[in-house]
């Protein structure tokens, strides 16, 4: 799927402070992503904004994508939430926004993707399909996050089973990230 013709053109950038209160609504929005405080949205702005990406048109956030690095695997970036709203769907942001943040990435030695998704999310198991398609390498699932260990009180939580997209390397990423953003 291709941005429609009348869309407005999209700049993809890493989120500032500034931006965090935008995504934060943006997930509210949404409607079906976990809602986690603002506070952690700031935060994520500010200490992993290299990690995290906004696709903006008309000086309004159409979409973000967040994630970090883990100082014990530091060529893992793990995706954590993507979400677009509701009136830039069909424009391809959420693997835009990931390929994005993967040219950032992969010259500073990232060589996976990371996320977890629930096995009744099947537009975003398709997302990360295409992404490893793309990115000509594997794409592999395992246990993670059973039911069982998400507090009752949340109510029923679906397995996050973990996403596992590599390795793949910096020319590939750059390639991608040029013929498909």
């Known amino acids: 799927m291709t941005p429609r013709e009348d869309s407005p053109p999209v700049r993809f950038r890493h989120p500032t402070i500034d931006d965090g ?59 954590w939430q993507v979400g677009v709203a509701a009136g830039a769907r069909g424009q391809r942001l959420a693997g835009r ?4 943040i993967l040219n950032t990435q992969a010259p500073e030695g990232v060589r996976y993707l990371e996320t977890t998704v629930a096995p009744s999310n099947e537009a975003s198991r398709a997302l990360f399909a295409g992404i490893a398609r793309r990115l000509d390498t594997e794409l592999a699932e395992s246990d ?13 939580h679906e397995a996050e089973p973990l996403l596992r997209i590599g390795p793949f390397d910096t020319a590939r990423v750059a390639q991608v990230f040029k013929d498909y953003c």
């Open 21 to 79: 209160a935008a995504i934060w609504q943006l997930v509210v929005d949404a409607g079906t992503l976990d809602r986690n405080s603002s506070y952690l949205y700031l935060l994520l702005c500010r200490d992993f904004a290299d990690c995290c990406a906004v696709a903006e048109a008309d000086g309004r956030l159409q979409g973000f994508t967040t994630g970090f690095r883990s100082a014990k695997r530091a060529d893992v970036w793990f995706l």
């Open 97 to 100: 926004m990931t390929h994005f």
């Open 144 to 156: 993670l996050f059973t039911e069982p260990q998400f507090p009752p009180d949340e109510g029923v």
